[in-house]
């Protein structure tokens, strides 16, 4: 670790160390954050979430060289008195507790708007009231589809980046009837962030949105059957590397057309630490974290994994690779899709200097190695169980 007198910020200005409240540090951006922090700096982290199971390797044994410098707070932000205590010992809080799962955008919509909206009100306000930062975990699917998607199929404006790159300044944010409860989380992440911006604006908050472009990578969501629940839908890598694990196809969602843009996580959280450590220049700021040179279909994406995992695990590639399967039947009523995701890169590279590096074939190398090495033997367990009459 380098001591604190070394550390300088991006205008030369020496970095003090600080107090860190990490709200969801639990999860899987969370975790690596901390790894981050607690690797490369004298921060101190105050992690506060419901589990702890993705940083238990930075929270014992006693003796890891950040001893001290981390302490987990299992704790509900919904109900729990200790939250306001927790923001006024800090010097910056970072909230990235959420319901973030597409299953649950139109299963569980009321869980969804109370996670992404109100639970997160409290949080805004202490960090108002008290002068405390906050940056707050936004998505980019506040966008919600592209204007491009609305022009016929064979206009040539589908392919003027006009109509599909998104900026955080002047794109709109477009989504789905009301009926399409898919959208229940954009609109809560959508209007938790203009209260945000509002605090600053009304009441000069010093804040920084985050809004992340499909970072992947180890330790994201669960295996279902491993470590969540069988009937559990995660996120497309661990939907895929679980299909993958059993030698089963992958599951394409309405034909696997929709695109996206993928991120490294360790490349994400680089952002990320140039805002903790940056504050002149993040506050105040709306932040797109992705990468637009790694843009697939998600049929692609899925031809690559195959490809990726055969090589890390050296099996056959499945005999039945993919199959489509529509959406309802897959995530139910009420579903809908964002059609592609490219985040314009001006803002943060004007303002941090920050690139991706990572091509999407390496990412996936380094975590498809991850998930054989993590659940391969525990899948092998699973399927060899008898089923229970
Ligand atoms: P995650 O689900 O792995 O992490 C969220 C963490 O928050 C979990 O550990 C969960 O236990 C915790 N949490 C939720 N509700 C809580 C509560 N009431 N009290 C305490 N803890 C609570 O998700 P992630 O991928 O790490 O995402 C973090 C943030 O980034 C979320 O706000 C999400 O909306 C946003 N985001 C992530 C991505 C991505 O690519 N991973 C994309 C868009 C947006
Ligand atoms: N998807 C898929 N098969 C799966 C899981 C997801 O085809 O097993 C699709 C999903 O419909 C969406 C894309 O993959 O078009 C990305 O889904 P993810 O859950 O990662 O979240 P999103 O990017 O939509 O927020």
Redesign the pocket.
Known sequence: MSSSSERVDLDGNPIKPMTICMIGAGGFIGSHLCEKIMNETPHKVLALDVYNDKIKHLLEPDNLPWHGRIHFHRLNIKHDSRLEGLINMSDLTINLAAIC??ADYNTRPLDTIYSNFIDALPVVKYCSENNKRLIHFSTC?VYGKTIGSFLPKDSPLRQDPAYYILKEDESPCIFGSIEKQRWSYACAKQLIERLIYAEGAENGMDFTIVRPF?WIGPRMDFIPGVDGPSEGVP???A??SNNLLRGEP?????G?Q?Q?TFVYIKDAIEAVLLMIENPARANGHIFNVGNPNNEVT?RQLAEMMIQVYSKVSGEQTPEIPTIDVS?KE?YGEGYD??DKRIPDMTIINKQLGWNPKTSLWDLLESTLTYQHRTYAEAIKKVIAKPIAS
Not at 250 to 254: A, C, Q, S
């Open positions: 799962t597409p699917e499909n996120r497309v890598l939907c895929f992958l599951k394409l969602v309405d696997g929709s996206r998600v959406s897959f899709d964002s």
